[in-house]
Structure formats: C-alpha cells, structure tokens
C-alpha cells in the first residue's frame, strides 16, 4: 500500500531518506477526489523522477467564506489507489490544523498577476495558494513540482514565486485532460446535475470557436471576446464571470492578438463556476 503521511515530520523524514539514497523527488500537489487531469501530472513526475509525493490537501485559506471548502468532494481511499497505480510513493494529507496552527499569521502576497481574472472575483485565492505552495515546497523541497495548464493563471503565479522567492524547484506545466465532449476535467464536476452538465460543454465549444478565428487570421482581441461571450450566452444555464484576453507573461489585457496570449473563461453553470482557457502563441 502506498504511504500515507499525515504530518510535516513524518513527509520530511521519509524524504531525508532518499536524499541519503540520491533519489531525485517530484512534487504533485493537489486539492483531492483526483481524476485523469491529476494523474497527467503524477504521469509526468513518475516519468521524471525517482520518488514522487502527491500532497492532498484542501487548502482552506485559499477559500472565501462564502465558497465551497466544506463541501468539495474528498475521497482518500480513492485517491490512494489511484496514486498507488500511477506509481506515486507517498500522499501528503495534512489535516488543516497541521498546516496552520493556531497562531498561524505569514502569508505569501504577490502584487502582480494575481488581481486580475480568478483574483478578481476570488480576491483572497492566490494568497492562499502562493501561501500553501511555499509550504508544500518547503516541507517536501522537490526537485520539480508539477501544475495543470487547466488553472494558467495559477501555473503563472507560481512560475513568477518561485523566481521571485528564488526555491530552487523546476516547475513543469501540463496540458489540460478534457472529457470526451471538451469539458476540461475537474473535481468541481461532480457539483453539475444532468442538465447542467450537458450546458456546461460550452466553455470548450466556445473556446475552440475563438481558437479558430484567431487561427484564421483574427487579431482584434475584442472581435473574439465578443464572439467566445455570444457563444457562451447561448446555453441558457450559462452565467459568465469573465471572458478575458491577457499577455501570458503580465497578465495585462490585449487589444491585439500578438505574442503569448491566454485565453480565459470562468462561467457559472447554475451554481458551479467552472474554468477553461487556450493559450495561443503568434
Ligand atoms: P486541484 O486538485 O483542482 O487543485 O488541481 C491540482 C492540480 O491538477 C493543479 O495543478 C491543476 O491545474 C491540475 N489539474 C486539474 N484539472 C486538470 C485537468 N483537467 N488537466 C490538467 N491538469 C489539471
């Protein structure tokens, strides 16, 4: 059976122990109830290293009150075998009381990158993030970590700490894994009742539609928000958060389609905002 360590000693011991071996280490962290998005990565870092730990951690300082920490879906047993079989050697479980203790007061800030997009509507999200992941790094030290193209803008916010913090990890992005139909798979899926998971393929469709303008020859940023929006207004359980297009490296808005440009929507589908992107180089 795969290792399941439940505190910060007991990860760092078992690493200590293969550092004396001079085994190389990947890190995958992740929030749980894992899927085929998240065993992409462990793919890629069992694929890369000798040893590989997945951190499974609801992170709830990376959550508003009014969001879903409580009820997002957790399924450890799951989880394990699913590691087990990808080939990982030890999960990381914390229980929130072993990450923040009672006086716990430091937090992560980054002043670029993070107010726009997810930052705007989930104000406090990438403090929480850019907090736990330091952590994560810190307790585990990885060789390489490994994140989703899924969340771009987190994968940025992390490339741009670990420069700024100087954590001597190599960061490896991966593609997004999408269902048969194009939704990009991902725990809060499970939210989405019958109907609303057939609407919610409309992130992807109208993603791939503003791919293909833009493939044809479009450069005017506008043009294909506006097309990517119109499209999405058609699934009646639609409600859109945003749909922006930003320089991949600043995160400013773009009028003119040049260079590394993401593509981004967040969209309720009832209650569940869900999140896709393509990030298009010219
Ligand atoms: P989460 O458990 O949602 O916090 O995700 C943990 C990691 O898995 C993050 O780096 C995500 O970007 C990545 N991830 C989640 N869903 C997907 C997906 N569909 N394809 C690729 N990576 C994903």
Redesign the pocket.
């Known amino acids: 059976m795969i290792t399941i360590a439940k505190t910060v000693d007991e990860v760092r011991s078992i690493v200590k122990g293969w550092r004396k071996e001079g085994l190389s280490v990947g890190l ?11 065993k ?2 462990i793919d890629a870092a069992v694929r890369d290293n000798d040893r590989v730990v997945v951190s499974v951690f609801v992170n709830p300082t990376q959550f508003a009150p009014n969001e879903d920490f409580e009820s997002y879906p957790r399924d450890l047993n799951k989880d394990a075998e699913l590691c087990e079989k990808a080939g990982a050697a030890v999960i990381f479980h914390p229980e929130p009381s072993e990450m923040y203790h009672e006086d716990y007061s430091t937090f992560v800030d980054m002043r670029t990158l993070t107010q726009v997009l997810c930052g705007k509507t989930r104000p406090i999200h990438f403090s929480g993030v850019c907090t736990v992941v330091s952590k994560l790094f810190h307790i585990v030290a990885p060789d390489r970590a ?6 771009a803008q ?2 940025a916010v992390i490339r741009h700490m670990v420069e700024d913090l100087n954590f001597d990890i190599e960061i490896v992005g ?5 269902e048969a139909d194009g939704l ?5 899926n499970t939210y989405l009742n019958e109907e609303e998971r057939k609407q919610a393929v409309i992130l992807s469709q109208a993603l791939k539609e503003g791919l293909s303008l833009i493939q044809q020859g479009e450069r005017d940023a506008d043009k294909v928000k506006n097309v990517v929006r119109s499209r999405i207004g058609t699934a009646p359980l639609a409600r859109i958060d945003y749909v922006e297009m930003v320089d991949f490296k600043t995160f400013e808005n773009v009028k003119e389609i040049k260079g590394e440009i993401l593509t981004a929507v967040a969209v309720y589908i009832g209650k569940t905002r869900l999140i896709d992107n393509f990030i298009w180089k010219g």
């Not at 991966?174 to 999408?178: A, E, F």
């Open positions: 995958v962290p992740t929030m749980g109830f894992l899927h085929e998005g998240h992409s990565l490994y994140f989703g193209q899924k969340d987190q994968l991966c593609p997004i894994v999408r990009a798979k991902s725990s809060r």
